[in-house]
């Protein structure tokens, strides 16, 4: 918890940044890394406010990708502050968008939208909120059977928060497995209203809490064998269709200091603002992965292929470098100090004091 507190200043420092030039296309993943480290600290109203100020300058902009991340926030931030039916009415606002917009890979991962809808509509008893889930995960396995290499593709199920979570979700809801017939979310949330006429007032904390199963670190039960499908979402049709066997079950993170990842494909990991400080990623393939304002304090990064990684922010003070490949990546506004080792290739003036 420290270690997120700490990572405040550096997400702070980005935003100020993105704020002071007038950079929109920055400023939303300063804003979004610094809701997700606040609700991390259990500062949900903080969080909220940031949230909503969020929304509030993607309306302005005419910004409909961030606006699918901030709503999915508020949604979040909702159940956060025990207030379900307000999550309920951020999330059916950012799935009545979702399917009709191109969302920003950039931002995060796109399962953290359906992780935020779901959630929120499951707070509210909404009978689409299975389906939703299902949406989710078929997305996601249609972006993982892309990935040919079966370690990339692993790491990519697997190693990404947001991915490993909604697999997890999906192993609890759909214990007989995850019907395979798609689900068309446009037809489920048929009206896509404005996104300025959604309230921004801040959330009245209910007396009901709401009991979610939200934790990310519980591993997956093993899943063996086809067995019936689970019963249709709202609106499909019943027929008889195959079911998809849930991943190989992913064990639960260790403490950040025991995280061993050496030698993972992590290619093009969205990872800003993530705690990885004291992980083993030696010889980790993270080109390009978004690693801004993510905490690499004392990461054992020996070897790391970083080529064209987004560091931009970063904590890398004590981090170790040595005989990575930085080729290509960004390191504006790094933070380094004495004990952070270099790559011997990377000249002096490159290196962030």
Known sequence: MDQVAAGLEQVRAALSTSQEMGDWENEPIALLALGEALRRLGQAAEAEAVYRETLEKAQAHADLGVQLFALAGLAATALDLAAPRQAGEYALEMLSLLPRHEVRQNLASVADLYLAGYRGLAAVADGRALAVLQAGYRMLMDTATKIESEGLRRSFLENVPANRELVAACAQSFPNGVPDAPVDLAALFPTAPDA??????????????????????TPLQAFNGQVAPAAAPPGASAPARPVTPLPVPVP??????????????????????????????????LSRAQLRAADLQH???????????????????????????????????VLSDEQTLWPEDLPPRQRPL
Request: hydrophobic letters at 45%.
């Open 196 to 217: 300025s006429s959604v309230t921004t007032e801040p959330a009245v904390v209910e007396t009901a809490l709401v009991e979610l199963d939200v934790a990310v670190e």
């Open 252 to 285: 639960a993170l260790a403490p950040s200091s025991q995280v061993d990842l050496s030698g993972a494909g992590l290619a093009g990991a969205l990872l800003n603002a993530k705690n990885l400080a004291g992980w083993r990623l030696t010889g980790a393939d």
């Open 299 to 333: 990461t054992d990064l020996r070897g790391a292929d970083l080529r064209d990684a987004d560091l931009r922010a970063a904590n890398l003070r004590g981090a170790d470098l040595s005989g990575a490949n930085l080729r290509g990546a960004d390191l504006t506004g």
